[in-house]
């Protein structure tokens, strides 16, 4: 069975600094892996998407790197800010017999103090 | 913001009743899916749709229906609601399949079945 797990479950940081969240995943055959951004009381929105061959993609201060070796991926956020309080959710897709499979992790969630 | 729009946004009902719950995408995209969320679990897949008339099951699709007679609405439907059906339902629509392009996702509806 596909899984996709992501550590830590929660994390507290104070405004400015780094941190890096983790995703491990067994699902195959492997497509594309997402990170994605949810504030709470709203729908998750797409941070970065990486295939096979990408093994790093930046958007702004995130940071997504991709093992596809290791079956790892991990985000890393910059210069923190209180609006990065959210939920950080990891989702690997895979094509079986090409139809969209998609499984998700149960998130970070991440809150970031002043 | 795409133009993806969930209603209602918080509904109470009782058991055993019908609920639809309806999603509507201005954004001409192919593919539409619903998701449930609840505490402990990742986002889960319930029924997704590729086409008008065309949709296939999820991993939770048990106790639910859906509908696509056009392009911009999806219907989910819980034929007798049931307490384990309470959730955050969330509607995501996508260009084509497999993650390769953004899943944009709604505010999600609230269900609560008592």
């Known amino acids: 069975k596909n899984q996709v797990e992501q550590s830590p479950q929660s994390l507290i940081i104070l405004e400015g600094k780094n941190c890096t969240l983790q995703c ?29 061959s990408e093994n790093t993609k930046s958007n702004g201060r995130y940071t997504a790197t991709l093992d596809a ?25 895979d094509e079986a017999g090409g139809s969209y499979i998609p499984t998700f992790g149960r998130g970070t969630s991440l809150i970031v103090h002043p | ?37 609840d505490p402990g679990h990742g986002l889960r897949l319930i029924h997704y749709s ?6 296939d099951k999820g991993e939770v699709s048990d ?21 384990s059906q309470t959730s955050v339902y969330f509607c995501a629509i996508s260009e084509s399949p497999g993650g390769h392009t953004e899943a944009f996702f709604g505010q999600g509806t609230r269900l609560t079945v008592v």
């Open chain 2, 63 to 83: 106790g639910y229906s859906v509908s696509r007679s056009k392009t911009e609405d999806f219907l989910l439907t819980l034929e007798s609601a049931t307490s």
């Open chain 2, 1 to 37: 913001d795409a133009g993806i729009t969930q209603s209602p946004r918080h509904k109470v009902t009782e058991t055993g009743t019908p609920v639809t719950l309806r999603c509507h995408q201005t954004e001409n995209h192919r593919y539409m899916y619903w998701y449930r969320q």
């Open chain 1, 69 to 93: 070796d290791t079956k790892q991926s991990s985000l890393h956020i910059t210069a923190s800010q209180l609006s990065d309080s959210a939920s950080y959710i990891c989702v690997v897709s």
């Open chain 1, 24 to 52: 491990n995943y067994t699902v195959s055959p492997f497509s594309n892996l997402r990170w994605y951004k949810q504030d709470t009381g709203r729908g998750p929105v797409s941070l970065t998407i990486m295939t096979f």
């Open chain 2, 50 to 55: 590729y086409g008008v008339k065309d949709t």
